[in-house]
Antibody
Framework: QLQLQESGPGLVKPSETLSLTCSVS??????????WGWIRQPPGKGLEWIGS???????YYNPSLKSRVTMSVDTSKNQFSLKLTSVTAADTAVYFC??????????????WGQGTLVTVSS | DIQMTQSPSSLSASVGDRVTITCRAS??????LNWYQQKPGKAPKVLIY???SFQSGVPSRFSGSGSGTDFTLTISSLQPEDFATYYC?????????FGQGTRLEIK
């Protein structure tokens, strides 16, 4: 049974960098069949895709966040990470890590972490 | 980017009702459309992928249809556990986008 678990600070100051890690268990992040990614949800609002990463390190980012986002993968630890720079209150959200099977038609995100709330405040 | 517009934004219905939620894409996305259910405090769960394919384990009262720009999610007979928020999502482009959500409430 695959499990994804987000971890990182729950409070980040404005203008600083948000850093989160997603730990994967019950499966290998090095599987060539899957993409991994981050999706966020501001309190009471809808879902926003942040970016996706392959085990090789290739990435796709949301153009509206691209200048501030960096995603990376650590196959030795079976983890992938998100860094979002220069955060503001608008970046306050629940951050989910998730994965999709790249060969499945329409590539639905079918495995998710439980989500972690990150608040941006001084 | 491809805009996804859901209607209605919220909906009140009773147990046993048939409910339809609509999702419209700003351009042709073929069948690259997924539907998710999200309950408060939980991660979204995929119900339907490729517009009309059932995700394993999802009750058969959920169905999806459509292609191109117009899609629907239908719940044939609402059950108490179906009251939640529903999102559509397109994966036609690498810039993935979601609809704004439809909140389904108990009447």
């Amino acid at each position: 049974q695959l499990q994804l678990q987000e971890s990182g600070p729950g409070l980040v100051k404005p203008s600083e960098t948000l850093s989160l890690t997603c730990s994967v268990s019950g499966g290998s992040i090095s599987s060539p069949s899957y993409y991994w990614g981050w999706i966020r949800q501001p309190p009471g609002k809808g879902l926003e895709w942040i970016g996706s990463i392959y085990y090789s390190g290739s990435t796709y980012y949301n153009p509206s966040l691209k200048s501030r986002v960096t995603m990376s993968v650590d196959t030795s630890k079976n983890q992938f990470s998100l860094k979002l720079t220069s955060v503001t209150a608008a970046d306050t959200a629940v951050y989910f890590c998730a994965r999709y099977h790249k060969a499945q038609t329409s590539t639905p995100w079918d495995d998710w972490g439980q989500g972690t709330l990150v608040t941006v405040s001084s | 980017d491809i805009q996804m517009t859901q209607s209605p934004s919220s909906l009140s219905a009773s147990v046993g009702d048939r409910v339809t939620i609509t999702c419209r894409a700003s351009q042709n996305i073929g069948n690259y459309l997924n539907w998710y259910q999200q309950k408060p405090g939980k991660a979204p769960k995929v119900l339907i992928y490729a517009a009309s394919s059932f995700q394993s384990g999802v009750p058969s009262r959920f169905s999806g249809s459509g292609s191109g720009t117009d899609f629907t999610l239908t719940i044939s007979s609402l059950q108490p556990e179906d009251f939640a928020t529903y999102y559509c999502q397109q994966s036609y482009t690498t810039f993935i986008t979601f609809g704004q959500g439809t909140r389904l409430e108990i009447k």
